[in-house]
């Protein structure tokens, strides 16, 4: 693991540790932030700890293709029931994945520097958001980076205040993907939740190809 300078660059891959921790430091800049996506390499730390960028072997993809709609989901699809935008309240929805609590996970990794840097890449148009709404409230959402260019997004994070609201967010952003010929959704790391919708784990080098 390397230690970053002012200078934007990162370490080889293969320089990663076991757990895909690859460098510490820097900053979190839109042009870092962006360099980073565009190697396939992500922040993830917590609040009070340095900034770790992660480039983890396996890696967890969705292919727009393979999610898997539930009955009850299709079933709540198909009732009409929400109001789906897009790119309409991404600061509401990342605030709000913020302070979802998860299990196994004390404290949040989206800090205030985190939100402060997304915003940053959204108002660059870097960075999507997918807004769930049920009687003008914001009951799910969840949003990402555009790499518009490489036809991939890559997923940060989601959150439901009601059932299924994350998963409708997530079907139609994979709806939208599919009609702009996108080939993946960055999952980053492996999550039973994400392989009951379909995500898969495949080799870090395969991933990066992708990139290419």
């Known amino acids: 693991m390397q230690e970053l300078s002012k200078s934007i660059w990162f370490p080889n891959h293969d320089e990663s540790n076991k ?3 690859i460098a510490v ?8 932030l ?5 190697l396939g390499i992500f922040p993830w730390f917590n609040e009070g700890q340095p900034l770790f960028w992660w480039s983890p072997d396996p890696r967890m993809i969705l292919l727009p293709e393979s999610f898997k709609v539930s009955k009850s989901l299709k079933k709540t699809i198909l009732s009409n029931k929400y109001k789906i935008t897009l790119n309409t309240s991404f600061e509401e929805v990342i605030n709000c994945c913020s302070k979802i609590k998860r299990k196994g996970q004390q404290g949040t990794w989206i800090t205030k520097n985190m939100i402060t840097a997304y915003l940053q890449l959204h108002k660059k ?7 769930v709404w049920s009687d ?4 799910g959402g969840l949003y990402g980076i555009d790499l518009k260019e490489k036809k991939i997004f890559c997923g940060e994070s989601m959150f439901s205040k009601k059932n299924n609201a994350s998963k409708i967010a997530l079907y139609y952003l994979v709806k939208k993907l599919k009609t702009e010929n996108y080939r993946l959704i960055d999952c980053q790391m ?7 919708l379909g995500a898969q784990e495949i080799p870090r080098h395969e991933f990066l190809k992708y990139l290419k």
Not at 25 to 31: A, F, M, R, T, Y
Not at 190 to 196: A, I, K, V
């Open 34 to 38: 962006m360099h980073a996506y565009h």
């Open 136 to 139: 003008n409230q914001l009951v």
């Open 190 to 196: 492996y999550t039973s939740h994400l392989e009951s």
């Open 125 to 131: 148009g870097h960075a999507q958001s997918v807004e």
């Open 25 to 32: 430091g820097g900053d979190l800049s839109v042009e870092r």
């Open 19 to 21: 757990d895909g921790l």
